[in-house]
């Protein structure tokens, strides 16, 4: 019923929907969620071609059910996140970021294209060295992300594997 009752207040006089990253205009956003995907990205190409190496197929028997499904798996969470990586930075780039920051920095563009690319690359293939540059792209945007907040970031190596450089806010 509340519902019918705004519907119709939105006809009458056409009100303006806002939209945000999580439809409440909050004004949080991040790049951490992305550098973390891009970073898990490269940990699943890593345990793929881990277990692909190691599977010692030379003996032409049949891979059995546990190598299936643990191939299976890695390449669904390294497809899964090198679209979240994307998604993120869409997010960032839809509402967060202005022409201003465009004009300061101008390899922002080329940067957001480079990492829908390597995204989709990533999500293609299981080649380290596109996911590592998927990584390392994404550094680059947290980098300037943050520098438009005017806040300071360093370089260190992510605690986790695959052991990567990350960048991070100085806070």
Same mark, same amino acid.
């Given at each position: 019923?509340?519902?019918?009752?705004?519907?119709?207040?939105?006809?009458?006089?056409?009100?303006?929907?806002?939209?945000?990253?999580?439809?409440?205009?909050?004004?949080?956003?991040?790049?951490?969620?992305?550098?973390?995907?891009?970073?898990?990205?490269?940990?699943?190409?890593?345990?793929?071609?881990?277990?692909?190496?190691?599977?010692?197929?030379? +003996?032409?028997? @049949?891979?059995?059910?546990?190598?299936?499904?643990?191939?299976? &798996?890695?390449? !669904? *969470?390294?497809?899964?996140? #090198?679209?979240?990586?994307?998604?993120?930075?869409?997010?960032?780039?839809?509402?967060?970021?202005?022409?201003?920051?465009?004009?300061?920095?101008?390899?922002?563009?080329?940067?957001?294209? +480079?990492?829908? @690319?390597?995204?989709?690359?990533?999500?293609?293939?299981?080649? &380290?060295?596109? !996911? *590592?540059?998927?990584?390392? #792209?994404?550094?680059?945007?947290?980098?300037?992300?943050?520098?438009?907040?005017?806040?300071?970031?360093?370089?260190?190596?992510?605690?986790?594997?695959?052991?990567?450089?990350?960048?991070?806010?100085?806070?």
């Amino acid at each position: 019923m509340v519902y019918r009752i705004l519907e119709a207040f939105d006809k009458m006089f056409g009100l303006e929907q806002a939209r945000a990253h999580c439809d409440v205009p909050c004004g949080i956003y991040d790049p951490i969620k992305a550098q973390i995907a891009a970073l898990t990205v490269v940990r699943m190409v890593d345990l793929l071609n881990d277990k692909l190496e190691n599977h010692g197929n030379d +003996n032409g028997s @049949q891979p059995d059910a546990e190598f299936i499904n643990s191939v299976a &798996r890695y390449v !669904a *969470v390294k497809e899964e996140h #090198a679209e979240e990586c994307k998604h993120e930075i869409r997010v960032i780039m839809g509402d967060y970021l202005k022409e201003a920051h465009y004009q300061e920095y101008p390899e922002l563009a080329g940067l957001v294209l +480079n990492i829908m @690319q390597l995204g989709s690359k990533s999500r293609q293939t299981a080649d &380290r060295e596109t !996911a *590592v540059a998927l990584v390392e #792209a994404v550094n680059r945007f947290a980098e300037i992300f943050w520098a438009t907040k005017g806040v300071e970031t360093k370089r260190a190596t992510a605690p986790y594997a695959p052991s990567l450089e990350t960048v991070y806010p100085v806070l």
